[in-house]
């Protein structure tokens, strides 16, 4: 384990992404990349680099992703770990976690999220400030999961998809891959192709 951290994105994710870091107490020095040359420092921290930098400090720093976008941060964390990356688990002091929880590495759980026994949150995933994920789910990569969202017991979101800030998905339910669940939406069927869905109960746009 380094005792250096670096952050991919220095914007509004990246920004929680570093809170919690600071709030985890682990790292000794943390900093961030990224692209916009004009950003010279966020939360306090300084970006030293841009993402192309990112090869050069593999061997001093843990490097984690801190991009919303789904296939933005998808894109870079395989490239992170085809070269051999260190990157960690982010899991704000705040955070209740359940017996038999596995999270995978490039997650960043958000503080107040709840995160019930027996459930699985693949690599690279957001599980979002207020959160709630009950048990026996199994949430795929690089899932974002929006503030406030709900989502009952035995419930499967599949790689990729979105769950957008205050929606609700019912027990027993299986989203595939790729989708987007809007805002305030109620999922209480399984949702079978990729797509925009949106209302209550949801329907595809």
């Not at 992404?17 to 420092?41: G, R, T, Y």
């Not at 593999?58 to 085809?82: K, S």
């Not at 899932?143 to 609700?168: C, E």
Request: hydrophobic fraction near 40%; include cysteine.
């Amino acid at each position: 384990m380094k005792n250096k951290l670096l952050i991919i994105g220095a914007s509004g994710h990246g920004k929680v992404v570093a809170d919690i870091a600071i709030k985890m107490n682990k790292w000794q020095s943390i900093a961030f990349l990224d692209d916009d040359k004009s950003i010279k420092s966020s939360m306090g921290l300084e970006v030293i680099g841009t993402s192309d930098d990112v090869f050069s400090h593999l061997d001093e720093y843990e490097t984690f992703v801190g991009i919303g976008n789904n296939a933005t941060r998808q894109r870079i964390h395989e490239m992170l770990e085809t070269v051999g990356a260190c990157i960690p688990i982010l899991i704000h002091p705040n955070v209740v976690i359940g017996n038999q929880v596995e999270i995978g590495i490039g997650t960043a759980v958000m503080a107040g999220a709840v995160v019930n026994c027996c459930t699985k949150i693949g690599k690279s995933c957001i599980v979002n400030t207020g959160s709630t994920i009950d048990h026996d789910n199994f949430i795929e990569d690089f899932v974002h999961i929006s503030p406030g969202a709900n989502l009952a017991g035995t419930v499967k979101v599949g790689q990729g998809t979105w769950l957008g800030i205050g929606s609700v998905v019912s027990n027993n339910i299986t989203i595939t891959n790729g989708c987007k669940v809007g805002a305030g939406s109620v999922v209480v069927k399984d949702i079978s192709k990729p797509g925009i869905y949106v209302g209550v109960p949801v329907r595809r746009v």
